[in-house]
């Protein structure tokens, strides 16, 4: 079994991406057999696809490092990298663009939603971007991709691709790429803005109290927690009575996410009380489990020579496991090289 996913360096970590996608990792690396691993890289490549600023892509790059490590992936256990450092990753994007079908880039729900009514105006690397993060999986053999709703389309693509190619150039006994599973964690949560109860949280939204950052201080988690949005009722004694009621259900969530409990277990608890009692609860909750890992972040963000020693030892590790994929493309491609 191999694992790869990747986040993009744009910022802060934030509760949504902890719950969601980097407690699950961790889980995953710790809980490996032996013969398997795991592949995490910071995906600064897909970055450059829209405009970004180069000082501060690289600083997110280092910033986004620390925080991974503070929430406790394990550069000794897993393979830690940024893409840049692998020019594998461009190379078979541009492999696979022969084999890649404009019709189902076209396709891409995530392309319409990012390019909006410009579609002109937007580079082509926001349009070919599914193909590089086809390149990200199929370079390594990744055997599972963790995926939430969101990006099992994109995994969709890149089986597509995987299995066109080899049906094209490979030997039928002998394929050049693995198709890759989604890898659906059994407590990935679902965690949304502070906000607006439909939204995801996010990185992109404007408002910073849409969110909690893993960097944010004990003041500022409370301040944001009791500020979130909600409504008038009290909080019923089961799950299905938060029913239309998207704000709650999203605060009983993440406080069902950090316990480990089940929402009902969560609901026996306060059910019957407002918010007033139950945000205090709800931040002191996230105050308790975030601070080790805020903490911990500060110390490791200091140490510019530590986090890039990381990210060095990963991407030649990387490199190590990419290569025979990528010469094996060039080969069946029929490309000539020295």
Same mark, same amino acid.
């Given at each position: 079994?191999?694992?790869?996913?990747?986040?993009?360096?744009?910022?802060?970590? !934030?509760?949504?991406?902890?719950?969601?996608?980097?407690?699950?990792?961790?889980?995953?690396?710790?809980?490996? /057999?032996?013969?398997?691993?795991?592949?995490?890289?910071?995906?600064?490549? !897909?970055?450059?696809?829209?405009?970004? @600023?180069?000082?501060?892509?690289?600083?997110?790059?280092?910033?986004?490092?620390? %925080?991974?490590?503070?929430?406790?992936?394990?550069?000794?256990?897993?393979?830690?990298?940024?893409?840049?450092? #692998?020019?594998? !990753?461009?190379?078979?994007?541009?492999? +696979?663009?022969?084999? %890649?079908?404009?019709?189902?880039?076209?396709?891409?729900?995530?392309?319409?939603?990012?390019?909006?009514?410009?579609?002109?105006?937007?580079?082509? %690397?926001?349009?070919?971007?599914? #193909? +590089?993060?086809?390149?990200?999986?199929?370079?390594?053999?990744?055997?599972?991709?963790?995926?939430?709703?969101?990006?099992?389309?994109?995994?969709?693509? %890149?089986? =597509?691709?995987?299995?066109?190619?080899?049906?094209?150039?490979?030997? /039928?006994?002998?394929?050049?790429?693995?198709?890759?599973?989604?890898?659906?964690?059994?407590?990935?949560?679902?965690?949304?803005?502070?906000? @607006? *109860?439909?939204?995801?949280?996010?990185?992109?939204?404007?408002?910073?109290?849409?969110?909690?950052?893993?960097? @944010? =201080?004990? @003041?500022? &988690?409370?301040?944001?927690?009791?500020?979130?949005?909600?409504?008038?009722?009290? +909080?019923?004694?089961?799950?299905? *009575?938060?029913? =239309?009621?998207?704000?709650?259900?999203?605060?009983?969530?993440?406080?069902?996410?950090?316990?480990?409990?089940?929402?009902?277990?969560?609901?026996?608890?306060?059910?019957?009380?407002?918010?007033?009692?139950?945000?205090?609860?709800?931040?002191?909750?996230?105050? /308790?489990?975030?601070?080790?890992?805020?903490?911990?972040?500060?110390?490791?963000?200091?140490?510019? /020579?530590?986090?890039?020693?990381?990210?060095?030892?990963?991407?030649?590790?990387?490199?190590? &496991?990419?290569?025979?994929?990528?010469?094996?493309?060039?080969?069946?491609?029929?490309?000539?090289?020295?």
């Amino acid at each position: 079994m191999r694992v790869v996913s990747g986040i993009q360096p744009t910022g802060n970590l !934030h509760l949504g991406n902890y719950l969601g996608a980097i407690r699950n990792w961790v889980s995953m690396q710790d809980e490996m /057999e032996e013969g398997s691993e795991c592949l995490f890289f910071l995906a600064d490549l !897909h970055a450059i696809s829209m405009p970004h @600023d180069p000082t501060e892509l690289h600083s997110n790059t280092l910033e986004m490092t620390a %925080a991974l490590v503070a929430c406790g992936l394990d550069p000794n256990k897993s393979v830690l990298f940024n893409q840049a450092q #692998v020019p594998a !990753h461009a190379e078979l994007q541009w492999l +696979l663009m022969g084999t %890649a079908r404009m019709g189902w880039l076209n396709r891409m729900t995530q392309w319409k939603d990012k390019a909006g009514k410009n579609r002109e105006g937007q580079s082509t %690397a926001l349009f070919s971007y599914p #193909v +590089l993060q086809a390149a990200d999986v199929l370079l390594y053999q990744a055997t599972h991709v963790p995926v939430g709703e969101d990006q099992k389309q994109h995994l969709e693509l %890149a089986r =597509d691709i995987a299995q066109k190619f080899n049906n094209d150039f490979a030997a /039928e006994d002998s394929p050049v790429f693995t198709l890759p599973d989604p890898y659906i964690p059994p407590q990935a949560a679902r965690i949304m803005s502070l906000r @607006d *109860g439909s939204a995801k949280m996010s990185k992109s939204d404007p408002s910073e109290m849409s969110r909690i950052n893993l960097t @944010d =201080d004990a @003041d500022t &988690i409370m301040k944001k927690v009791k500020k979130a949005k909600t409504d008038p009722e009290p +909080l019923p004694s089961e799950a299905k *009575g938060l029913e =239309d009621r998207a704000e709650a259900l999203n605060l009983v969530s993440i406080y069902a996410a950090i316990s480990g409990e089940s929402v009902d277990q969560v609901l026996s608890q306060y059910g019957g009380q407002g918010f007033g009692a139950f945000k205090p609860a709800l931040g002191e909750l996230l105050v /308790e489990s975030l601070d080790p890992i805020n903490s911990l972040f500060r110390g490791l963000r200091e140490d510019t /020579e530590m986090l890039q020693a990381i990210l060095a030892r990963g991407a030649a590790k990387a490199r190590e &496991i990419g290569t025979p994929t990528l010469d094996e493309a060039y080969k069946v491609l029929g490309l000539v090289r020295g």
